[in-house]
């Protein structure tokens, strides 16, 4: 059984705004020698998937510097210790960047992204029938386009490669089991709201 590693010692060694740099020693259980581990401290991050009263999600063009190209993604950001809550973020974010605000915010679900060497939690939401109040807010270094596309288009676009960011790919896997789970509920619910109708209908054919 693996077991956990003690940690001898921490250091700060850089600040770079977005994230912090922090080199750990720690002891290996099964050796007893001890390691240095370096780890990105960030703050958690949200991303949402605003889905429009038509069945659509509004999603986003946006240049990435990391991998040098334009990526296609839910809108999304770094959670704000000001919010209290990832999910006043993930609205935060969703207004910030469509101009579109949401009837409801649910969670669908939290990934640690790389737990090899960051800290922190990405948090998905649902932003249910969504509607443009607001224009859009960007800072100076944000370029984004907008497109609105069916959700029953997007595993075609996971497929063919068009969506390539984990965390939006990721988004949307936790709304297809959320789908998957309100099946049978919905189901249940439309056997109890036909059961008078069938009761009736064997009524008169028995009379």
Known sequence: MVEHWEKLGSET???YRIFR?????????RTGQAHTFFVLESPDWVNVIPLTPRGTV????????????????????????ADGDPAVS????????????????????????NPAFLDNRCHSYLA????????????GAEDIAFVEIPLADIPGLIRDGTITHSLTITAFYY????????KPQISQISQMKNA??????????AD
Not at 99 to 111: Q, S, W
Not at 196 to 205: M, T
Request: no cysteine.
């Open 13 to 15: 060694i850089g600040d």
């Open 90 to 113: 993930a609205a935060r974010e969703l207004r910030e960047e469509t101009g579109y605000a949401a009837e409801e915010i649910v969670h669908l679900g939290t990934v640690a992204p």
């Open 21 to 29: 740099i922090r080199a750990d020693r720690r002891l290996s259980p």
């Open 128 to 139: 249910r029938d969504v509607r443009h109040v607001a224009e859009v807010r960007l800072d």
């Open 196 to 205: 008078p109708a069938e009761e009736n209908l064997s009524a008169d054919l």
């Open 58 to 81: 509004i999603m986003i063009y946006q240049y990435r510097h990391g991998t040098e190209e334009v990526t296609l993604e839910v809108p999304g950001g770094m959670v704000d210790a």
């Open 175 to 182: 709304l297809s089991l959320q789908e998957e789970e309100e």
